[in-house]
């Protein structure tokens, strides 16, 4: 062979092993990310958020080594709807989901809508679903089908089963009765029936045990994880674990495992060496339950709750940790959204966004300690099936009259039973500056007239392209969920 020939070779050999170095290279630094998403968790639920009464060690120190929210929003103030916006960074009801979906429902988040894991898998993630879906029970619309590599876990709410508040069987002619037992599917398959009390004691660890299994598997891959945990959606139940050591009851009980879960996942990271690769991500699907009295959580204050879009029922615990990004005990104010996580982890993994249109917006900025950076300046509440019942901007919440779901007033329940609620309170117009009052008690519309025009200016854009039911305009811009007949 001839030197010219002979060093090209080796020019070419190590041009190759350098390529495929940096590949490697590049692979290894894209990041994990873990999102864990809790159920009906309230504001005021950790004790890095003023919980009394249990400790929430994992999360406390999660938040000490990270950033912790204060400003965080749901996209919406219940189940289904709250699931679609934070996978798909749209507000829910440009993606036609609503409220939460029955057992027997024929809709489902649409398979055309690129959410997480499809972006993430455009970068070469492993994903995996685990725990409740909650997005359409049907077989076209379950995990697999929607980009994700593995699932289990419950098809909907863990309280969509014959089984009464006490955990005896529904009686017959009760709307209780009519719902099938609850299956835990893998895959596409169910694989086990959940009947009891006893059974649902045991999905906290259940799921836990599926995600570490994960984190073990796919330690060579960059991989993402969506935990969307049962609890603290009622009915409660807890492990003997945790059964009677928090000085609240069950309700502390169910909060103490689920710290351990998130501390049993950050064990798997360090284990394996992952964890200073990973972003972790825990937050809430909308806030407490209030009528369910001592087995719902608190608002620490917030109007309202679950199902109404004050304070209390959307803004919710949002904790971020990634080492070497994200600076040590870091306190965020700014608002921000679940409905901007999606355009968050596109931006850190460098992966295409949706063609279609979202509304989330990117806040890296803000895990990276950017105090100037105000990613988000405005966000809407809708509510049902397409009602728009506030709007904010800065630290300024206009809330329309609406009829909506109250709490106050009413006598809460108590041991897993629920207390009464009006479901169609006529709330009246009012401004709130969230800055002096975010429990929105006061109402200063009469003074600042200016803010409300200019609100309302926002609100006429965003009917255009969402619609208002309330003010019966369709919106141009909304799509279909997928449909079975």
């Known amino acids: 062979m001839n030197r010219y020939l002979k060093n090209s070779l080796f020019a070419g050999l190590a041009a190759t092993s350098f390529s495929i170095q940096s590949a490697a290279a590049e692979k290894q630094q894209q990041p994990n990310i873990i999102l864990i998403f809790m159920d009906d968790l309230g504001y005021g639920d950790l004790s890095c958020y003023g919980a009394t009464q249990y400790k929430t060690p994992n999360l406390d120190k999660m938040a000490a080594q990270g950033v912790r929210f204060t400003d965080f929003v749901s996209a919406q103030a219940v189940c289904s709807a709250s699931r679609a916006g934070i996978l798909t960074g749209c507000y829910p009801n440009r993606v036609g989901i609503s409220g939460a979906l029955m057992p027997d429902a024929k809709i489902g988040l649409n398979p055309s809508e690129e959410i997480i894991p499809e972006i993430l898998k455009k970068s070469n993630y492993k994903t995996a679903a685990i725990g409740k879906w909650h997005l359409g029970h049907l077989p076209e619309f379950l995990p697999l089908q929607q980009g994700f590599d593995e699932y289990l876990g419950l098809p909907y709410s863990n309280d969509m089963w014959p089984v009464n508040f006490d955990g005896k069987p529904a009686a017959e002619n009760t709307n209780k009765a009519r719902y099938p037992v609850l299956p835990l599917i893998e895959g596409n398959n169910k694989i086990r029936e959940i009947k009891t009390l006893e059974d649902q004691s045991e999905l906290t660890t259940i799921y836990t045990d599926r995600a570490v299994r994960f984190i073990n598997e796919n330690q060579k891959n960059p991989f993402f994880i969506y935990l969307a945990h049962s609890m603290t959606h009622i009915p409660l139940a807890v492990s003997s674990k945790f059964k009677g050591k928090s000085a609240q009851g069950l309700y502390g009980d169910v909060i103490m495992e689920i710290d351990w879960s998130v501390g049993e996942i950050i064990k798997a990271l360090e284990k394996n060496g992952l964890e200073k690769n990973t972003l972790v991500i825990f937050t809430s699907d909308n806030g407490p339950w209030l009528n369910f009295g001592n087995h719902a959580g608190s608002t620490a204050g917030l109007r309202e709750g679950k199902g109404a879009s004050f304070e209390g029922g959307q803004r919710v615990p949002c904790i971020m940790k990634w080492p070497g990004k994200i600076q040590e005990g870091t306190i965020c104010n700014k608002l921000s959204s679940t409905i901007d996580i999606l355009p968050t982890l596109a931006e850190i993994t460098k992966s295409p966004l949706p063609e279609k249109k ?40 206009l809330v329309f009259a609406h009829p909506g779901r109250t709490y106050i007033g009413f006598k809460p329940g108590a041991d897993g039973f629920p207390g ?19 429990g929105e008690r006061f109402d200063v519309k009469e003074f600042y007239p200016e803010v409300v025009a200019e609100l309302k200016k926002l609100v006429d854009e965003a ?15 909304r799509r279909q969920p997928g449909r079975v007949e």
């Open 358 to 397: 979202i509304d989330g917006v990117n806040i890296l900025p803000l895990l990276l300690g950017d105090e100037n950076a105000i990613p988000r300046e405005s966000f809407l509440y809708y509510y049902r099936k397409n009602s728009l019942e506030a709007v904010r901007k800065g630290d300024w919440k």
């Open 420 to 438: 009464a609620t009006n479901e169609n309170f006529a709330h009246e117009e009012g401004l709130y500056d969230l800055r002096r009052d975010v």
């Open 463 to 477: 009917r255009q392209d969402l619609g208002d039911d309330i003010q019966k305009i369709e919106g141009k811009n």
